[in-house]
């Protein structure tokens, strides 16, 4: 049995035991029955309700006598054209031999005039019928209608939704959009032909995000519609990175006031784009004042509430809207619908006040001839080109059409049902079976798309992009520029021919709408303090990080042996620093070390040349030639320090100078030793040189070296050192130096030879009183004492030296080293060889000395 809507004292009769009939001459309905505007009663009649006026008078009732019925103004052409749609669809349903056959579908059409409280008072007159007194059937018939179609409006629709859920009776509505309304908790009986706004709000996000406007203005209307929309805009822009700048709420009852307020934030907002998410009735007043302060320049994206309006469009004053752009229902044509149209006339139906009223406005005469133009009835609608007669822009009237047929379809596949089961001929099927059959019905309507609903009632999304452009006439044309399809994967779901856009002003150039202007690379953004994330400063990279995309929000760092280049947005190799050969440090110290390896060539060719002389033969004159011949050695060392270091370079180069300095340094020591022995062997009954004679010379040499030669290979064998990139030093380059492995092993080698140094300095300073003419120990000792002081200032500067200068003061301790033992030994024999040749005697050398120690 179907539910059944009763008055409170109906109730309060029933409870009290008294019958219904026996008072059905005193229980009357207390207001003005509501009737439908236009109605066709049939087999099964479908309701619908639309907002055919604009809005109704209020009026304060004193509740001492009968209410008359609301009375409403200012009839909608467009509203107008969605009811006779409604009609022209059932017309055609009725015609169909396949769709329903035997039945004929009624229609109930009711006027809400934009009243939420006259759009329940139309539901609930749809479902309890509309007669005046009670009888004892009005609580068990069932509803008046099987279906609600409408409304137009999402908050009028939420009213109807909420009456006529508990009931189970469905209500398809084909403009209401409001993403509330798929809350199948709420709303159970509710459907749709158009999407939902959950849908066109992200796709606004996403188009927003698309032309690169990061900042927006936001106007709304002050609606279930407006105020839902704008919420999940802002969610999906939020998502997106787009900041809004201001969000507006009007509604068209608000005071000029409000408006005035509304226009005056949108001339002082910095964003160029603004979103209006407005019911058309409510986008009016708006308009006329922006017009009326001409503000010009701004890029407008609309909702498909009235972005497709024929009436704005139309409006020269609102020439400022060209290039809006905003997303539309998809466009069709209904075959046969403008002859349907223009051939509604009230001589149809004489007493039909509405068909008047609608002559009337369509043609601004009177039949009452109140006006200075009188009504003769031989106007003709086919020669006016208004909101009515335009069978271009059918989106939303084709919705109308499309809920008509899920109705029909519903009601079609219960009758074949029934009928292939066997069962009694079903006569009326109930709201509860309706909306049972409605969840699961999938059809074609002669436009070629499929129509079915989803688990909350919605239909797939699918949208055209809509760009107004101006037509020759001067009037505003709408142009396809684009689609947006939910059913697509989310990268393809919006689709843009930017091409094709004509934007603000008319122009071809895409505007610009930021609150600060895109970081170039190499910068990152530092949002401004205490304002949206979209409002920042470019702050340069720091050295070592990098960002190669514009509005980067972090500067990446550069992997460990990469670095920033000058403009910090790509990572380049690191210069790579080592002392190399063909730069100018590199190039002296090899030319410094070739003219002591020339020197010392120089020395020894004098030397040989005069072997047999006393001056070259004092002394031992083997260990002279291995001395000159470790100083060569000492020369050529301080080469492998220079260039790339490798593996190989990096082990030789400090064994070859810790092997040829003390190679070098046991020769010293030797000599100095023969000095200390020779003046011992003067002295009476002294037999010392005999135990120093030239073969333990030979052996001390070899053995003081060996010892250096285990300790390299100790040093080689445990840890040798290797190739290293330092990464520590500099940040900006890697220094490409020798890692000494051991650094016991490395100062076990300095430390060996210092050992030594120092032994020999003792000896030749002890030494440096011989009563010699030509004491060899005071310049052994001058040689030993510059050594030493070069290695001891060494070791700080090679801690404290970076990179490539540690390998140069290193190579300049070499040279100063080898230069000081060269010029200290040999320069003053070379001296008495070249230019006193007469003191190159075995007197003059054994001879006193007449001249005081130093």
């Not at 060539?601 to 001395?627: D, G, Q």
């Not at 445990?718 to 492995?741: A, T």
């Amino acid at each position: 049995m179907a539910k059944k809507i009763v008055s409170l004292p109906v109730l309060l009769l029933i409870v009290y035991g008294i019958s219904v009939s026996a008072l059905a001459q005193v229980c009357r309905l207390l207001s003005q029955p509501a009737l439908p505007l236009l109605s066709a009663e049939r087999d099964i009649n479908i309701g619908a309700i639309f907002s055919i006026h604009i809005s109704a008078l209020l009026k304060m009732h004193s509740f001492t006598f009968k209410p008359e019925s609301t009375a409403c103004i200012s009839l909608s052409l467009r509203e107008f054209k969605f009811a006779q749609t409604l009609i022209f669809a059932i017309e055609e349903i009725n015609n169909n031999t396949q769709l329903l056959p035997g039945v004929s579908l009624g229609y109930k059409i009711y006027d809400s005039c934009g009243s939420i409280a006259q759009a329940i008072f139309s539901g609930m007159a749809l479902m309890n019928g509309y007669e005046e007194t009670l009888s004892d059937t009005s609580c068990s018939r069932p509803p008046a209608v099987n279906a609600i179609v409408g409304e137009s409006n999402s908050s009028p629709t939420i009213a109807l939704a909420s009456i006529a859920g508990p009931f189970s009776l469905p209500v398809i509505s084909h403009f209401a959009t409001c993403a509330c309304l798929s809350n199948r908790k709420r709303y159970a009986s509710f459907f749709r032909t158009i999407p939902s706004d959950y849908y066109q709000s992200r796709a606004l996000a996403q188009l927003v995000k698309h032309f690169g406007w990061t900042w927006v203005g936001t106007v709304r209307s002050r609606s279930d519609y407006g105020n839902n929309g704008i919420a999940t805009f802002e969610e999906a822009a939020k998502k997106e990175g787009i900041c809004i700048e201001y969000s507006e709420a009007i509604l068209r009852t608000d005071p000029q006031d409000q408006f005035l307020k509304t226009v005056e934030v949108i001339k002082k907002g910095t964003a160029r784009v603004v979103l209006a998410f407005v019911a058309l009735r409510d986008f009016y007043p708006l308009l006329k004042e922006i017009a009326q302060q001409n503000i010009t320049g701004l890029q407008w994206v609309g909702s498909e509430s009235w972005i497709t309006s024929r009436t704005v469009a139309e409006t020269k004053e609102y020439s400022f809207l060209s290039g809006a752009v905003g997303f539309s229902i998809a466009n069709v044509k209904l075959v046969g619908l403008l002859d349907f149209l223009v051939n509604v006339h009230p001589d149809h139906e004489p007493k039909n006040k509405l068909l008047k009223e609608f002559w009337e406005t369509t043609f601004q005469c009177s039949f009452n001839n109140r006006g200075s133009v009188g009504c003769t009835g031989s106007e003709k609608l086919a020669n006016l080109q208004n909101e009515y007669t335009d069978a271009s822009e059918l989106r939303i009237a084709n919705k109308v059409y499309t809920a008509v047929y899920a109705v029909a379809h519903t009601l079609h596949n219960i009758f074949q049902d029934f009928k292939s089961a066997n069962r009694s001929k079903l006569k009326q099927p109930t709201p509860q079976m309706v909306l049972n059959y409605m969840k699961d019905v999938r059809f074609t309507v002669k436009t070629g798309e499929e129509i079915f609903f989803d688990t909350s009632g919605d239909p797939v999304a699918r949208y055209d992009l809509v760009n107004w452009q101006p037509s020759g006439d001067g009037s505003l044309q709408f142009k396809n520029v684009g689609i947006y399809d939910s059913s697509l994967p989310s990268e393809k779901c919006l689709q843009v021919n930017q091409e094709h856009v004509l934007w603000a002003d008319n122009s071809r150039q895409l505007p610009v709408s930021v609150c600060s202007e895109s970081c170039p690379l190499g910068t990152r953004k530092a949002v401004q303090k205490g304002r949206p994330v979209c409002c920042f400063d470019c702050i340069p990279c720091a050295d070592g990080e990098i960002s190669n995309n514009t509005d980067s929000s972090d500067c990446s760092p550069c992997d460990e042996e990469y670095w920033s280049n000058e403009r910090k947005e790509k990572c380049v190799l690191k210069v790579i620093e080592f002392l190399s050969y063909t730069e100018i440090m590199g190039m002296v110290l090899c030319i410094f070390s070739f003219i002591g390896l020339l020197l010392t060539a120089m020395v020894s060719f004098l030397f040989y040349l005069h072997k047999e002389t006393p001056i070259v033969r004092a002394n031992n004159s083997e260990l002279s030639f291995l001395l000159l011949f470790s100083l060569s050695l000492c020369f050529l060392c301080s080469l492998t320090f220079i260039g790339r270091p490798t593996e190989w370079s990096c082990m030789l180069r400090h064994t070859a100078f810790g092997i040829t300095f003390v190679l070098c340094i046991s020769c010293v020591l030797g000599k100095t030793i023969v000095v200390l022995m020779a003046f011992r062997a003067t002295l009476p009954g002294s037999n010392v040189m005999k135990w120093f004679g030239p073969t333990q010379q030979r052996l001390s040499v070899v053995f003081l070296t060996l010892i250096q030669v285990i300790i390299c290979v100790v040093w080689l064998t445990v840890s040798p050192p290797f190739p290293y990139k330092n990464l520590s030093y500099y940040r900006e380059k890697i220094i490409l130096e020798c890692n000494l492995g051991s650094a016991l092993g490395f100062w076990a080698v300095l430390g060996y030879t210092g050992l030594l140094s120092v032994l020999c300095f003792i000896l030749a300073f002890l030494a440096r009183k011989l009563p010699d003419n030509f004491n060899e120990a005071k310049f052994i000792t001058f040689s030993m004492l510059i050594f030493c002081a070069v290695w001891l200032t060494f070791i700080p500067a090679y801690v404290s030296s970076p990179g490539k200068f540690t390998v140069a003061v290193e190579i300049f301790a070499i040279l100063s080293s080898s230069f000081g033992l060269l010029f200290c030994i040999f320069a003053p024999k070379c001296y008495i060889i070249l230019l006193k040749p007469e003191k190159n005697t075995k007197k003059q050398m054994m001879g006193k000395s007449s001249s005081k120690t130093i």
